[in-house]
């Protein structure tokens, strides 16, 4: 260890790994962010309060921890047992930001009058939370409003899937689930909910995608609720042309962003 790196007993070490749970996240409002990508977003929004990094890491993203330093974050060199334990990851980056929590009220997504939203009703998988949030960001979406009991976005892994991406879309979190309906109703949305047996072919939807719309996404393991997929404006299918069953949360909200994206931009 360097001399002038501080180790995994350091009080603000200790206090930066109990960001890995859940409850220490809600209580302080902070988390972490580990990887190049994920730290630079950060940067560029002015969320981080203090950059951990290793010696390989300082080599290795030099440019990255001085430019942090030049903004005035707080960068703290870490022995590599330190970073070890801040990260999740098998081969751990050694770069990892403890940064404020971004998710803001759904208010704040409507107030801004979104054409496009991805809604993802209950989603428990962290990897898919951020892979869909990737997604969004890609086709420019307005926001992604995690509905009902979903995963927290700032769950590490799901930080990660993010890639960075967390950083630039607004993320809210709407626990009531017919509230959130009633929010994106009441703002002049057209909610779509993707089913299997939706009377709106996909490939048929380039009117209804001119709108400002809302993509409901189904829970991983049984998919959207049908008291919620009753309540969206269409139920709109995606044509499976060959012998799959059904695709994946992330496939299918890929293909229907995509959708929303290429009639909005061509407009």
Known sequence: MSADSIDWRNPRIVSAVKLHRS???????????????????????????????????????HALVAGAAAQG???????????????????????????????VPLSEVLDAAPRM??????????????????????VGA??????GDSVD???????????????????????????????LDA????????????EVDLDDADQILGGPVAWLFGNEAHGLDKAVAARATHRVRIPIHGRAESLNLAAAAAI????????????
């Open 23 to 61: 409850p220490v996240r809600r209580k302080t409002g902070l988390f972490l962010a580990e990887g190049a990508n994920s730290v630079a977003a950060a940067l560029d929004t002015d969320r981080i309060e203090e950059l951990f990094y290793s010696s390989k890491a300082a080599e290795r993203e």
């Open 73 to 103: 974050v707080r960068t703290t060199l870490v022995s590599d047992r330190a970073a070890e334990m801040l990260g999740e990851t098998v081969t751990p980056p050694g770069l990892i930001a403890v940064c404020r929590q971004v998710d």
């Open 117 to 138: 939203l991805a809604v993802p009703v209950e989603i428990a998988d962290p990897g898919n939370a951020g892979t869909l949030i990737r997604v969004a960001d890609a």
């Open 142 to 147: 307005d926001g992604v409003v995690l509905a």
């Open 153 to 183: 976005p700032h769950n590490g892994k799901c930080v990660r899937a993010c890639a960075g991406s967390l950083f630039h879309v607004p993320v809210a979190r709407s626990r009531d689930i017919d509230a959130t309906l009633d929010a």
């Open 187 to 198: 703002a002049g949305i057209a909610i779509l909910a993707t089913t299997a047996k939706g």
């Open 256 to 267: 229907c962003l995509y959708a929303s994206a290429r009639v909005q931009h061509a407009r």
